[in-house]
């Protein structure tokens, strides 16, 4: 059974900081992708970036540079570093964990495993 809890959603002034975190249990395989969708009302979830079991992380070309993931492997898991925010970076913030057995790109995964959301305001 597999969990993921995450949090650091919180309501911050535009050009602050916050960094999330998001733990995974119960994963029963090592080959894997984990990372942040973002969703604000009316739209589709949207990639934020990801980071593979080994280490390689991916972006929304959008956020690059002023988010960076990072990880614990021993534990899965991964925090979301997110600098300079901005009001259109505002969304709840959705952690999902997929299995990634050919070392493909994270975003063009399928996500199964999501964790509950946290909320982060930019005003």
């Known amino acids: 059974h597999v969990q993921l809890v995450e949090s650091g959603g919180d309501s911050v002034q535009a050009g602050g900081s916050l960094i999330l975190s998001c733990a995974a249990g119960?994963?029963?395989?090592?080959?894997?992708?984990m990372g942040w969708f973002r969703q604000v009302p009316g739209k589709e979830r949207q990639g934020v970036a990801f980071?593979?079991?080994?280490?390689?992380?991916y972006y929304d070309d959008t956020l690059k540079g002023r988010f960076t993931i990072s990880q614990e492997s021993a534990t899965n898991t991964a925090y979301l570093h997110m600098s300079s925010l901005r009001p259109e970076d505002a969304g709840m913030y959705y952690c999902?964990?997929?299995?990634?057995?050919?070392?493909?790109?994270?975003?063009?995964?399928?996500?199964?495993?999501w964790g509950q959301g946290t909320q982060v305001t930019v005003s």
């Open positions: 999902a964990v997929a299995a990634r057995p050919l070392r493909e790109n994270c975003f063009s995964l399928k996500y199964d495993h």
């Open positions: 119960g994963l029963t395989y090592i080959q894997r992708c």
């Open positions: 980071i593979s079991h080994d280490g390689v992380s």
